[in-house]
C-alpha cells in the first residue's frame, strides 16, 4: 500500500509553515455528479521544530463536541502560538458528519472499522488509506475526539487499551492523565478489526480514544471537557506553553465482556441507574417492556461485572443484541 | 362522522366493571398482509361510579417515559383500588412507538395532526377517529404524556393553553397544579389544526399535555416525574384516595412566536444555554457550526425574548427550519 | 362526482359493434415524465342487444389466474361468438399488476378499498372514479377475479355477501352456483369500506368476487378454474350459447369475525394443516417459532369456530396482526 | 377556505412600500424536527399606486431559468424604480427546487396540481393554499415561470390558455406577446385540476405560463430571454417605464391531444427531429430501441398532427406512456 | 485464514457433554446500535463418542421448513438419546431468516455464494467464516435444508453433486439414499462460487443440499419430509438407534445447463406443467404474458432437456433472466 | 485471474465466421430470482482474417449516442461487409443502462472504475472480469463511446490520453483523428483506477473514448456526430472499405487539475458561457444561487486555465464537490 495509488489530491503542504486551510479531494463518481468528489477539511497549524500532533473529530458522525471543538480551534489557533505541528481533521467522515449519522450515508461504513483503509476502496475506505499513509507518519500523538454517538450514552471519559509495550504504556498513560477527562479509562475491545486506534498504537504511537458526552447531543458542559482536554494535549505536548493542572480524573477500566449488557428482545428499554451511579454486582440494570403488550411482563437484564455505570443505551427502544449497560471498576 | 362506520373492531367495553386488556383492531392491508392489522393495545380499569380519565402514551412514538408509565400502571392497578374508571392508551400511534419515531412509519402521520381522524383514512386517521368517537366522549379528563421526542430537549413540564372558557380554565389550572411536574406552563400554539388538545378542550373537557423529557431517551429520573405525576392526577380526581402533597411547581407561559428560536442554516448547532438557564433578552442563544468549512464563520442565532430556555435543540445536526431553543416566562 | 371532472382520456367506446382494444390513460406527472401517463387496458367486445358483463382482474397485483384468463379471453373472444357486451378490464390496477404487489406502487393504496374513486385523488382512486362512473352503469353484472394474492392461500372460491335484498341475493347466488368453483361462500366483511363489491351492490347489480388459488403463484390447475368458471358465466348470462353442466360447488359460509385467527407475535408460522382439511373446533390451528431463540417454546393459536381450512397464511413469515387462518361452514 | 386557518406564518407586509424579503414559515413536524418549518422566500417591492404582478418560479424543481430571473431581480430591483407593487416567489415549492426535482420530496405532490390548496393539507397543498387566499387576490397578473423540467425539452415559449371570456382573452394575449417569446401558444390542457392557471383565470386575472428551455439544465442563452421577457412584462404592466421593441414572438397553438405522442414501450427514445424542426404530417417523430435486445427492431412512433416540434422527451430512456413529442402549429 | 481473527464471541463449547442453546455474537456497528450485534443460534447436543453431525437451517431466509425441522428438533432431542454429537444452525443467516428474504439485509449477501468468508467482511461473510474455520472441521457430514425460497416452487428433492472423489461419491449417496426424500438428485451447478457445499466437499466430506419445497411457504406436508430425512440422518450416522425403513426416493439427474429454461421478457409466466409432471422433450415449458397489452400474443418459452419438471418459476412476475423450469431425467 | 473461473455462461463463439446475436449470462441471485440472470448483450460479426475491433456502449447508463449507433449497426452490419472481426457490446453495463443511469442500480458501481473486474465480485466486476479476460485480448483497438450523461453537458469529442509509449501513441492519435468528431482531446485523469482505458492501453492497444453530447438527452444530431464516426474507425481499420474525408476535428488538450472548477456550495448553478465558448483567463466561469435565500449574493466561480469551454454542469442543482466547468486548450 503507498501514497502513490490514492485518488486524493489536495493542495495542503504538511511542511508549510503557518495555518493552512485546505480539502482533500476525494473522487466521488456517481449519477448525479461524474466527477464529483467529497472534499474533507485538513487544517494544518506549524511553527518550526517540534512534536506533531493529530486531533481528530468526526471519526462518527452524530458525536459533536469534538468536531465542534475542533472547527473553534481551527479558526483561533495562529502558528505564532504554538512550537511544533498541529494537523486537525475535525470532520473525517465528512459524509456521516454532515448526515449526523454514525457510519458514512455513502457507502455505509464505519469509518473506525475500515482502517487500514484501501486504496481503491469506498470513499471512507480511500479516506482512511490517505490518513493511515500520509498524515498517521507525521504524528507523535493522535487524538481520537468521540462522543458515544446517537445509540450510546457515555460518562464523559477518555481512554487507552491495555498495551502490551511498556513504554508506550508509560506515555499514552501520561497523557491520558494530562487530558484529565472526568474519567480515564483502560479499556479491552471486542469489536474486531478496523480502529484507528490499532493503526496508530501498531506504529509505536500514543493514542487516546476520548468519549465526551453521547446520544447525538451537542451538551455546552460536555463541550467545555472537551475544549478543555484539548488544551491540556497542546500543553502536554509542549505545543504550548503553559502549566498544567494537577489531574483529578478518577482512572478506571473495563476488562471484559462480562461488563457489557444486551438487550434479548425488541422493546423500550429502561435503565435502572443513571450514567455514573454505582451499580450493585449481581443486581438487574434495567428491563425491557413491550409497548404492544401491556400485559406481558417486563424482561429484566442482569450484568456480569457490577461497577460504576459509564454507558447507558441511548435511545428508548432498543433491539435484540443492542449494548444496554457498560461498567468500570476503579483500577488498581 | 360517526362510531359505526369505523373499520375497527374490538372486544373492549368500557362499562364492564374490573380491568380488561384489549385491542383495536384496525384494519390494514398491504403486500405482506392482505387481511393483517395492527393492534392498538387499550387497558380500561372500572370500579362502579366516578369519574373517567383517560391517559394516553405515545401520541408520538420515541416518547418513552409516558408509554412506560402506562405499561406499569397497567399492570399494576387493579378495579378495587379505584372509584371511577380509568382508560390507558400506553402506546397511541403504535407503529411509531415500536419504530421509536415521532410520526407513524405506515403513513407518515404525525398522529397529533390528525384529530378528529377520518373513519376512511389513513390508520393514524382511522385511530384518531376512533378515539375521538368512541372514548373521548366518555371522559371527564385527558391527559396526554409526550417527552419531547429525538428532536427536541425538554425542560419537564406539564402544559395547557390559554382558554378562553374561564371556568374550564380554573379547572384545568387546577390539575395543572396537581400534577406538579418541575415546571408548569401555559402555551399558545403555532403548530395548525389536528392537536388531539383541541378535540378534547373542544368537547369543554379538561385537557393537559405533559412534555417529561426529551431527545428520543428514557430517562429514569424523569421516568419518576411521570409516575409521580400520574398518581397525583389519580388522587386529584379522587379515582385513588390520599393526599396530594402541596405542589411545588413553577408557573410559566410561552406567550408568542418571539419565544422560539430557529436555525436560518444547515449545520451543527452549539447552544450557549443548557436547560433551565437563564437567557438574557438579547442575547445570543447559540451557533450553527459548518464541518465542511472550518474556515467559515459560524452563524450565531439569537431569540426574541429572554427567559428561562425550557427547550432546546435535541441532536446536534440542524437544518434551516428547525427549533433551537424555546423560552418561558414566569407567569405573573 | 361526474365523469366529466375525470382526466382520463380513452378512445375507448362502448356502444362500438364489434371487439376494441384499448386504453385509459391516466395524466401521471412525476419527476421523470412531466406529461406521462398510465395506460389500463380495457377491451369490448360487443354484438347487438343483450346484458353487459365486466368481468375484472387485477384488482389487485399478484393475483394471477384472472389476469391471465382475461388476457387469453381477450384475443380469443370475437364479437360474433356472443349476443350482448362483454367488458375486459384484464389488469384494473396495472401498476400493482406490473410489480406483482397488491397495492399500487404509486400511490400506496389497495385499488379494492378506493371506490366510488376521486377524480382529483391519487392515480388508484382516478381509475376507480372512472370505473364507478363510466363503466359499472353500462353493467348488469361484474366478475371481479382475484387469488389471494402473497400473502394468502385461499382454497379455489367464489363468493357473495349476505345481501339484504332478497331478489339481489337470488340473482348473485344463482350465478355464484353457476361459476361452479369448488367451493361458494357467502361471507361477511371486516375490512372497512371501499370495495368494489359495495360500488356495484348498491346499485342494485349481480356481484361476484372470486379468489382462485393464492401465494402469488399462477398456478395451471386453478388457473383451468378461472377459466372454466368465465365460460359458465358467459353461458350464465346467455352472453354465449350453451349448457352449463350441473353445478358441484359445496356452498358454504364465513359469516362472523371468529373464523379469522390472527398470528399474536412476529415469527414463523406453522399451519397444523392443510387447505381443505377440517379444523376441529377448540384445536390449535398453527404454531408460531422464534427464529433467534430456539429454546423458547412456540405460541400455539387457536380458533374461534372450526371448519373446513378455506384460508392460510402464504409466506411462512408472520407479524403480529396477520391473518393465518380462515374457516367456513356449510351453508344451511 | 379562508386565510385564517392557514398554519402559515410570516412578517411580510404585502401594503408597506419598500422593498421586503421575507419568508412564509410552513410548519413541518417530521421526526427529526418536531416543530421544524419550510421557510418558503416571498419579495415584496413596492411604490405607491399602480398594478400588483406577482412572478412566480419554482413552480415545479429542476426548472431554473424563472427561478434564476427572479432571485437575480430581487436583489436588483429597488421600490424606487417602479410604480406599483412586484411580487416575487422565485422557489414557490421550495422543497423541489432544493431537490432539483419536479415534485416534493416532501409530499411527493406536483404543486401545479394542488391549486387552490388546502389549509390542513400536506406542505405543497398549504403552500398553495396561502398563494390562493393570501397573495392572488392581490395581484392584476401573474406570470410563472417554468422550462419544461428533466423530463422535457421545450420550445422556449410562453403560453396561455383558449380563454372563453373575450375581454380576458385580449389581455391576456395582449401581455403573452408583450412578453415575445420566441413562440407564443394558445394551449388546451390535458391533465386535470389543480393548476395555478386555473385558480387565477377563475379569478378574471391575467395568467402566462412560460416555458424557456428544459431538460433540468440552466442555458445561459434561455436565461436570457426569460431575463427580458420579466423586463418586457414590467414594462407593460407600467411597473417600469421604457418603450418595448416591437414583439418578433411566433403565434401559435396546440389545440388537442393528436399534438401528443406517447412511447408505448420502455426503451431508449431516438427523436427524428430536433426542437422547432418542421415535422411532416404522417411521418414518423421517432423510435424507441431495446438495449436489452440488440436483434429487436425498434417501434416507430408516430404523430396525430404534424407541425413545428416544441416538445421533445429530455432523457434518453423513456416507459410506456411517457410523453415523447409536442408539435404545434401557427394561429391563423 | 484463522478462527483467532474472527470478531465473533460465544459461550458455546462444542467439547461439552449434554445439551447448550448458544449463540455467536456478532458485532454490528450502526446508526443505531454503535455497539450492537446480530446473535445467530447454535445449538449442540453432545454425548461421548461418536460422530458429528451439523444441520444447517436458514442459509437463505424464506426457506422454512429447514429451520422450524430443527428449532423443533433442538427442544426434543436430548443428549442422552444419541451418541456422538449433533450440532444444529436452525438460522444461518438470522437477518435473512427474521426478513423472510433469501439474503440478508443488512449487506445484501446470498449466504451461500460466500463462503469460506471474511473474518473482517460483512455479517454474512464473518458468519460463514466462523462456520468454516470453528464448525466445519469438527463434522463428518453436513445436511443443509434449502427450500427453494420464494422465487422458485421445487419439487421436494434431496441432492448431491458429481463428486470426482469415488469414496466420497460412495458416502455421500448412501446418505443421500437414506434421508429418503421423493426425489434424489445428483446436480451440476451453474451459480458461481461460495456455496457451502464446495467448502464441506473441499475438506472431504459428506455433504447433502436438501431442498424441500419452495414459494417461500411453509406446508405442513413438506415439513413433514423434511422431519422425516433428518430422523433418517440421525440413524443413518448412528447419533440415535433405529432401523432405516427401505428408501423409496426416485433418484435422477440434473446434469447441463439445457435443463434450465429463462424468461426471455418481462410479464406473467403462465406454466403449462405442475411440478412433478413429465415434460415431452421440445414442447412449450410455458409462456409470458403481457399484462398492459392484451393484443399482444404471449412469448411461448421452451426447454433444451424434456424430463419430470423439478423447478418452476415461484411468483407470476417474471423479469428476463429469470429461471421459470428446471427438468430432471432418472440417472442410470 | 483467469477465465475458467468467471460465473458468465455463453453461446457466443468468437471464432465463428457470420454474424451471432448473443449473451453473457451473468447469475445474480436476489429474494426475487434465486437463479436469475443478467443477460449483457454481445454482438460478433466476423468474416475471414483481419484486425479485432471493440466498439463499447453503455460503460455508463444514461450516455445514449453510442448505444444506439451499435445497436443500429449490429442490425445493419453483415459479415461479408467486412474483413476482420468487429465485436459490439452496446450496452455494457446493461442494468446501467436500463435505469438510464451512470452507475449500476444493482451493485451502485461505475463500470468504468471497476477494470480489471473480479470473477467473483459484484455484477459489474464480474462483467468487467470477462471482458477483460475473454474479449480485450483478442482486440486490436477499443472504441469506447460515451456522452457525458446526466450531470454534464460535452462539447462532442473524442479522445486519448497523453501515452508514454510513443509507438502507441502514434497509432492511437491516428485513429483519434480519423474518427473526427468536432474536438479531439489529449487529457490526464484525476479519477483514480479502474478505468477500461487503463486495462486496454496496459495491454498495448488503442483506445479512444469518445464523448458524444451530455445531459442523459439522446441528440438527432450528436447520434449522426457516432454514427459517422463508427463509420469512419471501420475505415481507418480496414474493417470495410472506403476512403476517409480528410479530418477537421480541433486537435486540443487537458492537461491539468487547473482546467476543472468545482462548486463549493450547493444551490443553483448558472454557468457564464455555453459550451464552445471561449473562457478567458481569470474570469468567472458561473457562480451559485441561493433558492431559499434571495437576499443572500450567489458564490461566482474561477477557474485556474482559461480556453474553450468543453465541459459544463449539466443539471441545474449543484453540491458541493461538482464539477462545473472544464476548459481545454489548442495542443500545440
Chains 1, 2, 3, 4, 5, 6 share one sequence.
Request: glycine letters at 12%; one cysteine or more; a negative charge.
Amino acid at each position: 500500500m503507498s501514497l502513490e495509488k490514492s485518488p486524493i489530491s489536495t493542495d495542503v503542504n504538511f511542511e508549510k509553515e503557518g495555518k493552512q486551510f485546505s480539502y482533500l479531494r476525494v473522487p466521488y463518481s456517481r449519477n448525479d455528479s461524474a466527477w464529483g468528489g467529497v472534499f474533507v477539511p485538513v487544517v494544518v497549524v506549524k511553527n518550526g521544530k517540534g512534536p506533531t500532533v493529530l486531533f481528530v473529530g468526526g471519526n462518527h458522525g452524530g458525536e459533536y463536541e469534538g468536531s465542534v471543538t475542533l472547527l473553534k480551534l481551527s479558526r483561533t489557533l495562529e502558528a505564532d502560538q504554538i512550537q511544533g505541528r498541529v494537523i486537525l481533521l475535525p470532520a473525517l467522515n465528512l459524509p456521516a458528519v454532515q448526515a449526523g449519522e454514525r457510519v458514512s450515508p455513502i457507502d455505509g461504513r464505519d469509518m473506525n472499522r475500515t482502517f487500514p483503509g484501501k486504496h481503491n476502496g469506498t470513499i471512507s475506505q480511500i479516506i482512511a488509506h490517505y490518513v493511515h499513509e500520509a498524515i498517521l507518519p507525521l504524528c507523535d500523538a493522535v487524538i481520537d475526539l468521540h462522543s458515544g454517538g446517537y445509540s450510546l450514552d457515555l460518562m464523559p471519559y477518555n481512554s487507552m487499551h491495555y498495551l502490551p509495550d511498556e513504554e508506550l504504556r508509560k506515555r499514552t498513560m501520561a497523557a491520558l492523565k494530562a487530558f484529565d477527562a472526568p474519567v480515564s479509562l483502560v479499556m479491552r475491545e471486542f469489536t474486531g478489526e478496523g480502529l484507528l486506534d490499532y493503526a496508530v498504537e501498531g506504529m509505536g504511537k500514543i493514542f487516546l480514544c476520548a468519549e465526551i458526552g453521547g446520544r447525538g447531543v451537542l451538551s455546552p458542559s460536555k463541550l467545555k471537557i472537551a475544549e478543555r482536554g484539548v488544551q491540556n494535549m497542546l500543553k502536554h505536548f509542549n505545543l504550548i506553553k503553559g502549566d498544567l493542572a494537577k489531574p483529578t480524573t478518577r482512572l478506571m477500566e473495563v476488562p471484559e465482556t462480562g461488563n457489557y449488557a444486551y438487550a434479548q428482545s425488541n422493546g423500550i428499554y429502561e435503565a435502572f441507574f443513571e450514567i455514573g451511579e454505582e451499580v450493585p454486582a449481581g443486581q438487574p440494570v434495567g428491563q425491557v417492556h413491550y409497548p404492544e403488550s401491556p400485559e406481558r411482563e417486563p424482561e429484566v437484564l442482569t450484568i456480569g461485572r457490577g461497577g460504576v455505570l459509564v454507558g447507558t443505551r441511548g435511545p428508548g427502544f432498543v433491539e435484540r443484541g443492542d449494548c444496554v449497560a457498560v461498567t468500570a471498576q476503579d483500577l488498581e
